[in-house]
């Protein structure tokens, strides 16, 4: 089945920029990455950090 | 803005029912290990059963403890948290009940297709392709039916244990349709697309990732669940959460070819995995750390809780085996560890200690809550942490030593040059009490698992069930798609739950592509070898034999570039002697030796006597016997669609050689019943043999068209072409 698809690239244009190319989006990625963690605030931080606590087994008695 | 309150009822039928499942398969996965263990020590403890022979049984405990005990125990959990995290019932109670039976239904096809010997033969995708569509429908059923109840979900944000079951859900069903890509040539038999090398490519990106993405992401969303729930306390932290799940999920997914180093995979691509897992060490410690010091300050609850006990266990077993997996990942440390115990030892730490612990321990945690009660007996749940961890030690420890112990034997030179243990079954012999050691190591932790199905027994009969339990939440508000005033970007993807799908998506994708997309476009990469040929239909037949047997569990073909493989085997691997092998079978552990050069190595009547009795010719081998090779009709019906749907994925048969394909068996099969006949005893028993058949009016089998023949046929072929002298230089490089 490989076979009809294989020709088409058999001789990769640029196949050289290859690592390069994935050595750029490795480095965005966890710059971009640290860039959303550091920027998160507290309040939402810790909002997130409960969640799984919340004793949501019975019902809540919240009036608001 | 709306705030009214709901009341919906959260599914606990439905996680009940997997519970069960886990508790039921993890059984039964475990007792096949056990058989297996000892089927090491009593080779013939199954003799003549072919359906309970080692190559047919180990495919059925490789995936009754991966898909059946650790995927019903997944889906247990994810069904609990999700709703819970979501506030939310589940979107459809039809999807999880077709989630539920249609799993139960592809186990249970696998648990009788195994054993018959219906194998595709690629590690832990072994199920053949109606079970494989099956798959693929049950487990779009279960993404359906999770991202569904994310979309109706009462609570704003996704917690980080939600996008691991995201994460796992894509990724698996990536890694399932492209390595399951195959051409049926009946109703329970392929041949993959992919040849040789690019095979064993796609099959070890596939392998490796069901670990990361079956046995690790999913568990992870289960830690950072259920950890803080037992601990009654946060996950140490949460931004450490978030960059523990983007880097795992981006990194693990290149890390696959450190399961191919020293074979004759191209060397960039070995390097390019070595370099990712050697990276892994990162997310997968800061994920162990953020689980361990979730804990600070309550260690002494440790002390009397077995749920946190067994997951303190679970989360340093993680840690171990994930230092591990990089430092195996290391050529010098690879080049000993792989093929030996070694490997066995290292999954075992995973599977017994991460995967099963944080599940006895999650099971601990919500038994007692689904049924409003308190676990029947701390005192048992404690015998079983105890009995487990040991049974742990006692069964990865001694295998440590084996591997180290027969890798040495395996590379030990005498000052002239000669093997210092040339019969490998020396090497075999040396290791037998660390088989010992496993099976009781083994034992022990499966007799803690009864101790468990007798407390959590005890334990529902003492409460109540609350099928559907009653819950509230404000209904969640419409706010804006776009990001708010002051909103991160991470802050808005964490209500987004198709564009964080589509963004792992991502993350997941680059890793394959870069790997895979060369190996198997560019040609250059598989040098051809002008005198490597197809097989022969009655090679092609013995070939599918000894994938139905499972000889790939215990026997590889790769002899990789090391002086001590060499002289021992043969010359070494090239990957142009693999281009025909649908699907490759190159193994991934020696109990026995390598095969890939043991064409020509005996006589055909030596290979018929071995399979009828393995320790008559070879003293003190743990091969089993196959009497039913020798003893029944091999199938020639439908080699000519075998052969027709080879041509389609590049093999070069001609249309001759198809329509002439039972002649050529015929020929071949006379030729090595005459070698057979040279043997003066073979000519005795099997004349005695025909004539009782004869008087007692039974049916008689001849030698040419038995299994056996076919196997020989194979056997004898294996790793001959490349000694076959060509005028020309034999070989070519490709265009680049």
């Known amino acids: 089945m490989l076979k009809f698809v294989k020709q088409h690239m058999e001789t990769m244009e640029g196949v050289a920029n290859y690592p390069m190319v994935s050595l750029l989006i490795f480095f965005v990625f966890f710059v971009l990455l640290f860039w959303w963690v550091l920027t998160a605030s507290k309040e939402h931080i810790k909002e997130m950090e409960e969640m799984p606590l919340e004793d949501n087994d019975q019902p809540q008695n919240t009036t608001l | ?736």
């Open chain 2, 1 to 736: 803005m709306n705030m009214e309150i709901q009341q919906f009822r959260y599914d606990n039928k439905i996680v009940q029912k997997f519970l069960y499942a886990t508790l039921f398969w993890g059984v039964v996965g475990m007792a096949v290990g056990l058989l297996l263990a000892f089927l090491f020590l009593f080779p013939n403890l199954t003799e003549g059963i072919p359906w309970l022979s080692v190559g047919r049984l180990r495919p059925l405990h490789t995936n009754a403890v991966i898909f059946a005990f650790v995927g019903n125990a997944i889906f247990a959990g994810v069904y609990y948290s999700s709703q819970r995290l979501l506030k939310a019932r589940m979107y459809s109670d039809f999807l999880s009940k077709f989630n539920f039976w249609g799993w139960q239904a592809i186990i249970v096809a696998a648990a009788i297709s195994f054993p018959l010997g219906h194998t595709s033969s690629k590690e832990y995708a072994e199920l053949e392709w109606p079970i494989d569509i099956l798959l693929t429908l049950v487990w779009v059923a279960f993404g359906w039916n999770l991202i569904g109840t994310m979309l109706k979900r009462r609570q704003r944000h996704l917690y980080v244990a939600l996008w691991f079951y995201l994460s796992t859900f894509i990724t698996v069903a990536v890694l399932h349709i492209f390595n399951n890509l195959a051409i049926p040539v009946s109703a329970m038999k392929s041949y993959t697309v992919y040849a040789g090398v690019q095979d064993a490519l796609v099959q070890w990106w596939y392998g490796h990732n069901a670990v990361a993405f079956f046995l690790t992401t999913p568990f992870l969303g289960l830690m950072y669940y259920f950890v803080p729930k037992a601990a009654n306390r946060p996950i140490y932290s949460y931004r450490l959460s978030i960059i523990h799940f983007w880097s795992l999920i981006f990194i693990y997914i290149w890390a696959g070819p450190h399961h191919l180093l020293y074979s004759s995979l191209p060397d960039w691509a070995q390097n390019l995995g070595v370099a990712f897992s050697v990276m892994l060490l990162a997310p997968s410690w800061g994920g162990m750390i953020n689980g361990l010091l979730t804990l600070r300050g309550v260690w002494d609850k440790v002390r009397s809780d077995a749920t946190l006990k067994f997951m303190v266990v679970a989360i340093t077993g993680y840690g171990m085996a994930t230092f591990e997996g990089p430092m195996l990942s290391l050529k010098n440390v690879n080049a000993i560890a792989h093929f030996s115990d070694w490997i066995i030892a290292h999954v075992h730490v995973g599977a017994l200690a991460w995967n099963g612990f944080l599940t006895f321990g999650m099971i601990y945690w919500m038994v007692p809550k689904l049924f409003k009660t308190e676990l029947y007996s701390k005192g048992l749940a404690n015998f079983h942490f105890w009995i487990g961890t040991l049974g742990i030690v006692l069964y990865t420890l001694p295998l440590y030593v084996a591997g180290f112990t027969q890798a040495l034997m395996w590379e030990d030179f005498n000052p002239d040059g000669t093997l210092v243990y040339g019969n490998f079954m020396e090497t075999v012999q040396r290791i037998i009490p660390m088989y010992w050691m496993r099976a009781i190591g083994g034992s022990m932790y499966i007799v803690g698992v009864f101790v468990m199905l007798y407390n959590v027994a005890r334990t529902v009969k003492l409460g109540s069930k609350v099928e559907d339990e009653l819950a509230e939440a404000p209904a969640l508000a419409r706010v804006s798609k776009r990001r708010l005033a002051g909103e991160t970007f991470h802050g808005w993807l964490e209500r987004k739950p198709v564009q964080l799908a589509i963004l792992a998506t991502f993350a997941i994708l680059v890793g394959g592509i870069v790997q895979i997309v060369p190996t198997i476009m560019v040609k250059s990469n598989i040098p051809t070898i002008s005198s490597v040929k197809p097989y022969t239909p009655l090679e092609l037949e013995g070939r599918d034999l000894y994938v139905r047997e499972g000889c790939v569990g215990c026997h590889s073909q790769m002899v990789r570039p090391f002086r001590g493989e060499v002289e021992r085997y043969g010359e070494y691997s090239k990957a142009g002697e693999f281009v025909y092998d649908h699907p490759f079978l190159w193994g991934s552990k020696r109990t026995g030796p390598d095969l890939l050069r043991v064409g020509g190595k005996y006589s055909d009547s030596w290979h018929l006597n071995h399979m009828l009795d393995p320790q008559a010719i070879s003293t003190g081998s743990i091969m089993p016997s196959y009497p039913w090779l020798v003893r029944d009709r091999h199938d020639r019906s439908n080699i000519q669609t075998k052969m027709r749907a080879m041509v389609r994925l590049g093999v070069p048969y001609t249309d001759q050689e198809i329509e002439n394909a039972h002649e050529l068996m015929d020929q071949q099969a006379r030729q090595i019943e005459e070698n057979l006949y040279e043997d003066p005893e073979f000519q005795r028993t099997y004349e005695a043999d025909r004539q009782y058949a004869q008087e007692n009016g039974m049916d008689f089998v001849d030698m040419r068209d038995r299994e056996i023949v076919a196997l020989i046929a194979y056997l004898q072929r294996l790793g001959t072409d490349i000694k076959i002298k060509v005028p020309e230089p034999s070989i070519s490089e490709g265009t680049d």
